[in-house]
């Protein structure tokens, strides 16, 4: 069994669909979730500059760190046995990944929105 660890703010937003792929697949990990960047609790500054690309979630699976979300997800799905067993089983997965994508963005953007249009 690898040694995971997925790193991300104590949030529902860009790590979850990696959060609901390991709990599909039964796999143990580390979830380390830390305070979101406008809590005074944050290590959000200390950790930032550490990361490949100054952005979480991280996936830590053994010896290998991978970041961006999509790709955690993709990879996850990948070892659960989610990515197809053809090219167009894989480009459905692919397909799906990128809607739930879609759908975080435009959650974040309602989210951090300062106008009556977007709330």
Do not use: H
Not at 11 to 32: H, S
């Amino acid at each position: 069994m690898p040694n995971i660890k997925l790193t991300y703010f104590d949030l529902r937003a860009r790590a979850e669909p990696c959060r609901l792929l390991l709990a599909y697949g039964g796999i143990k990990y580390e979830d380390d979730r830390i305070p979101p960047p406008w809590d005074a609790a944050t290590t959000w500054p200390t950790l930032k500059p550490t990361t490949p690309f100054g952005q979480l979630p991280l996936l830590k699976w053994d010896d290998e760190l991978l970041c961006q979300s999509m790709a955690c997800a993709r990879f996850i799905a990948r070892e659960v046995g989610l990515a197809g067993n053809s090219n167009m089983e894989s480009a459905q997965v692919d397909e799906i990944i990128d809607v739930i994508q879609d759908l975080i963005n435009a959650g974040v953007k309602l989210f951090f929105a300062k106008d009556e249009a977007g709330m």
